[in-house]
């Protein structure tokens, strides 16, 4: 598991319960942010992953835009799913 990429908390951004689209914020433990984007139709499940620009990417250190996140966002949600870091009542 790559401590660089362990989520701190995850809070809701914003929600479209007509499409079942889901915004959430992810902090990782150094500090890092980006928006998870989740969609509940027909299935819960993570659709992307994008860096919010507030500090350099931990991985590969640029300061601005790369796909680091993206190349990790299965590992992203399956962290989520196993800490519950969204519970199912924001979920729906």
Known sequence: MNSKLQIKSVTLADKDMKSGLFQYIMTLADGSKARLFYNSKPEWHLTGVTRLLNVPCPLCMKD????????????????????????????A
């Open 64 to 91: 601005y835009y790369c796909n680091c996140f993206e190349k990790n966002a299965a590992f992203f949600d399956r962290q989520v799913t196993e800490n519950e870091l969204i519970p199912a009542s924001m979920r």
